[in-house]
């Protein structure tokens, strides 16, 4: 088992910052990948960006790329997500899921499906 557990949510100006952070703990070696998703009231789940804990890869869904980065520090367990720039339409519920997607492209690293392990979220909200 994996437990992860969110934090750095609030509530921020547009162009403003946040740094999420993702604590880790359990049998974190059996995920390659660490990822983000978030999903805004009324809408679908949607990808954000993932990291592979080893190779320390990382993608990004277009709507983020420039403006967010996801990193990791295996030492400590920790996956972070620091948005830049932010935009009201950032504004969700922010998950961080452990897993292993069978290949490091877009199609499987996106799909929430091969995510094993999700925290309980947390809240990002960007006023305009």
């Known amino acids: 088992q994996v437990q992860l557990v969110e934090s750095g949510g609030g509530l921020v100006q547009a162009g403003g910052s946040l740094r999420l952070s993702c604590a880790a703990s359990?049998?974190?070696?059996?995920?390659?990948?660490m990822a983000w998703f978030r999903q805004a009231p009324g809408k679908e789940r949607e990808f954000v960006a993932a990291?592979?804990?080893?190779?320390?890869?990382?993608y990004y869904a277009d709507s983020v790329k420039g403006r967010f980065t996801i990193t990791g520090d295996n030492a400590k367990n920790t996956v972070y997500l620091q948005m830049n720039s932010l935009k009201p339409e950032d504004t969700a519920v922010y998950y961080c899921?452990?897993?292993?997607?069978?290949?490091?492209?877009?199609?499987?690293?996106?799909?929430?499906?091969?995510?094993?392990?999700w925290g309980q979220g947390t809240q990002v909200t960007v006023s305009s």
């Open positions: 990291i592979n804990r080893s190779r320390g890869v990382t």
């Open positions: 899921a452990a897993g292993s997607p069978p290949t490091w492209t877009s199609l499987r690293i996106a799909e929430g499906s091969w995510y094993y392990y």
């Open positions: 359990g049998r974190t070696f059996s995920s390659s990948t």
